[in-house]
Nanobody
Framework: QLQLVESGGGWVQPGGSLRLSCAAS????????IGWVRQAPGKEREAVSC????????NYVDSVRGRFTISRDNAKNTVYLQMNSLKPEDTGVYSC?????????????????WGQGTQVTVSS
């Protein structure tokens, strides 16, 4: 059974960068599109980005486009989220997620499995 484990979160000042990693176990990741979702305190979970199984297509929510980059290394069973020019409103728990499809349908319709998440805090 697929398990997703995130790492790479932390505290950073506005304008800084972080790189999140999502490592998979229990199944090969190359079968699935993988997304990143985030949840800020008191807010609903929000899909931030997604990459399809073959890394041929990516999606971003408008608020992060141009600042975040999603990528994957199927040989390492890992998906990454490079976050640059971070803002305080990017603060939240970031989780990687999937709906077990090859394409990013979950980015639009919702994911049905996600990991425990890693905390990202952007403040001065």
């Amino acid at each position: 059974q697929l398990q997703l484990v995130e790492s790479g979160g932390g505290w950073v000042q506005p304008g800084g960068s972080l790189r999140l990693s999502c490592a998979a176990s229990g199944s090969t990741l190359d079968r699935y599109a993988i997304g990143w979702v985030r949840q800020a305190p008191g807010k609903e979970r929000e899909a931030v980005s997604c990459i399809d199984s073959a890394a041929g297509s990516t999606n971003y929510v408008d608020s992060v486009r141009g600042r975040f980059t999603i990528s994957r290394d199927n040989a390492k069973n890992t998906v990454y989220l490079q976050m640059n020019s971070l803002k305080p409103e990017d603060t939240g728990v970031y989780s990687c997620a999937t709906d077990y499809n090859r394409y990013c349908s979950g980015f639009v319709w919702g994911f049905n499995y996600w990991g425990q998440g890693t905390q990202v805090t952007v403040s001065s």
